[in-house]
Nanobody, 122 residues
C-alpha cells in the first residue's frame, strides 16, 4: 500500500503561518485523493482538506476555508497544507491520508501517516 510521512508541524503564535508536507511512497498509484485531517485530545478526528492527484478539484472544511490551502507536487509525490491566520483552535495532531474520493469521512481513507503536532498559542 501507500506509505505516508508528515512533516512541518511545530509551535506558532496565533495569526501566524505554518506549512505541512506529506510525502507518499510505495503504491502511490493506488490512491486518487490525498487528504488532511486533524485530531485534538478528547475530540474526534476532523476533516480539513482534500485534493485529487489529477485535475483541479479540492475540498475544504468550513472551519479552514479561506485560511488553509491544499496543494500537490506530483513529481515529488508530495502534498502540502499551507496554514495561514492560525487560531488556537487549530491546535491538533495533523494527519495526511490516501483515499479514493473527495469525502470528509475518515473511514473512507485507506492509508494514514503518523501525524505531526501543530500548536497555536494565544
Amino acid at each position: 500500500q501507500v506509505q505516508l510521512v508528515e512533516s512541518g508541524g511545530g509551535l506558532v503564535q496565533a495569526g501566524g503561518s505554518l506549512r505541512l508536507s506529506c510525502a507518499a511512497s510505495g503504491r502511490t498509484f493506488s490512491s486518487r485523493v490525498m487528504g488532511w485531517f486533524r485530531q485534538a485530545p478528547g475530540k474526534e478526528r476532523e476533516f480539513v482538506a482534500a485534493i485529487l492527484w489529477s485535475g483541479p478539484s479540492t475540498y475544504y472544511a468550513d472551519s479552514v476555508k479561506g485560511r488553509f490551502t491544499i496543494s500537490r507536487e506530483n513529481a515529488k509525490n508530495t502534498v502540502y497544507l499551507q496554514m495561514n491566520s492560525l487560531k488556537p483552535e487549530d491546535t491538533a495532531v495533523y494527519y495526511c491520508a490516501a483515499g479514493g474520493e473527495l469525502v470528509r469521512d475518515a473511514e473512507r481513507y485507506f492509508a494514514w501517516g503518523q501525524g505531526t503536532q501543530v500548536t497555536v498559542s494565544s
